[in-house]
């Protein structure tokens, strides 16, 4: 086992693709994570299948996407199907690695399932220590889940979650077995909203240059596709005025730049123990966050403020190049994070897995692992081949096509000068729903429930929200 590498696994929530300093953001700070892509590789195509928690969570630990698993949106109720052994966990532990999470699960499966982690510390176990500090029933801050409204949280630093998780990720370097390599899951909660942090980060971003919303050609309601405008309806009813928008923006940095320095503690003693020459460090999330942008907030669309993810490998110091870190165009997706493992580790893949071994990138060995990237939430789909983004809407029917290197906040709606790329995208779209006999497709064609934004939620009301999930029952 002595030539079996280490591995770090870390996972923030809602982390937009453009908010750390190596992708060029103008103020972000993340200078410990820009490290990893000065040492590694900074995929800048990455994408989220299904751009909201629970799919997306459920993809790094089976390889497969939701839409082929059956639950493209988010499903509290859903349970996959898959025998146990096949999941990440499982395989790393039967490959001879002692495994362990600390952190966030929330997947398709019952509450109490591990994925065959050994060692599973999980966040409920922090929010019971900071319900018992305030002393008081309910949440601790003042909004819900989803709500992009900024205050600054009455947690002293060891009881926020992601100062809390660092703590235990270091107790398990510290205690781990020596002779058995190592997988270990860095699962953050932030900087998923609430947008609820301590000093001095809550105010870090006060005199920044804040970046402005992006909102396209296509917004208004005579464009703008009836699911887009049902969902920033829903979630963005009392649009924010620049200066809470600016705020809230400010602080969603700061928890990102809180994720950063927690990260320094944790690799400052993976230093101090002399693994850190040897390990895998792999730092990704499940989605991003719309942040104001195209008229609304949190995620649940492909839009690339939503969909596009930061995915940054960093390998052992042996396996680095002499020239430095690198940007990789290939487009890569969550799925793909289970077989690259499979292969680090030498343990087998599932049969069904579509993800793909990253090895070969990050070697520099080809250009790229896929033509096309697929995604579905919500009776929307995309199709990506690295230079265009299509985009295909159930509700109305409605296409939209985006440059996606020219373009890179999706403002400019191009389907309508440019039929023979939709035409193109179109049909290796209908290929992708029918090889997964999806409800997409009625008869052979393009699903059209031919909804208008007059009644964009056809009906259905819900409280987005999350204050539903506030006063649970901790475990």
């Known amino acids: 086992m002595a030539d079996r590498p280490n591995i770090l696994l870390i996972t923030s929530d809602q982390h937009r693709w453009d908010s750390l300093g190596c992708a060029g953001h103008p103020c972000v700070r993340t200078p410990h994570l820009d490290q990893l ?3 590694g590789v900074l995929f800048a195509n990455a994408y989220s299948d299904c ?79 900071q319900l018992l500090h305030v002393g008081r029933d309910g949440f601790v801050c003042g909004t819900a889940a989803n709500e992009l409204h900024p205050t600054l949280s009455p947690l002293p630093p060891e009881l926020y979650s992601t100062d809390w998780i660092v703590d235990r990720c270091i107790q398990i370097v510290r205690e781990r077995e020596k002779g058995r ?35 396209g050609n296509w917004e208004d309601a005579d464009h703008c596709p009836v699911q887009q405008f049902g969902h920033r309806t829903a979630y963005n009813s009392k649009p924010m005025g620049w200066d809470e928008l ?33 390990l895998w460090i792999i730092y990704t999330t499940d989605h991003g966050e719309h942040l104001g942008d195209h008229y609304d907030i949190a995620k649940s669309s492909f839009y690339n403020s939503a969909a596009r993810l930061p995915f940054i490998v960093r390998p052992p110091r042996s396996l680095q190049s002499e020239k430095g870190g690198w940007v990789s165009d290939a487009l890569v997706e969550l799925a793909d994070l289970l077989p690259t493992f499979c292969k680090l580790t030498g343990a087998d893949v ?52 985006f440059d996606h290197n020219g373009d890179p906040n999706d403002l400019n709606d191009i389907a309508a000068s440019d039929e023979k790329t939709v035409t193109a995208l179109r ?41 539903s999930m506030m006063g649970r029952t901790l475990e």
């Open 37 to 39: 892509a000065y040492e």
């Open 51 to 129: 751009p909201v928690c629970i799919p997306a969570r459920t993809t790094i630990i089976t390889g497969v996407k939701s839409s082929t698993y059956g639950c493209p949106y988010y499903g509290d109720d859903f349970r996959i199907r898959r025998d146990r052994s096949q999941f990440l966990g499982s395989l790393m532990t039967l490959a001879g690695y002692q495994t362990a999470l600390v952190g966030k699960r929330h997947w398709h499966t019952s509450n109490d399932f591990r994925a065959g982690f050994e060692t599973l510390i999980p966040i409920e176990r922090c929010e019971r220590q």
């Open 181 to 215: 390599p190592l997988f270990l899951w860095c699962s953050m909660v932030d900087p998923h909203p609430p947008l609820a942090i301590h000093e001095p980060f809550y105010s870090m971003y006060d005199n920044s240059p804040i970046p402005a919303p992006a909102i």
């Open 246 to 278: 600016r705020k809230a923006r400010g602080v969603y940095y700061g928890m990102i730049t809180n994720i950063d320095h927690q990260l320094g503690r944790l690799f400052g003693y993976l230093m101090t123990q002399g693994i850190w020459d040897d």
């Open 350 to 401: 599932p049969d069904d897995v579509e993800g793909v071994d990253l090895s070969p990138l990050i070697a520099g060995q080809t250009p790229g692992v896929r033509n096309h990237l697929f995604g579905a939430i919500d009776g929307q789909y995309m199709v990506h081949d690295g230079a265009q983004k299509y985009l295909y809407f159930t509700a109305d029917g409605r296409e939209q096509l």
């Open 427 to 467: 049909e290796t779209l209908v290929d992708r729903l029918r090889s997964i006999n999806s409800p997409g497709l009625i008869d052979g064609a393009l699903r059209n429930d031919r909804q208008t934004c007059k009644d964009p939620q056809g009906g259905r009301r819900w409280n987005p929200l999350g204050w």
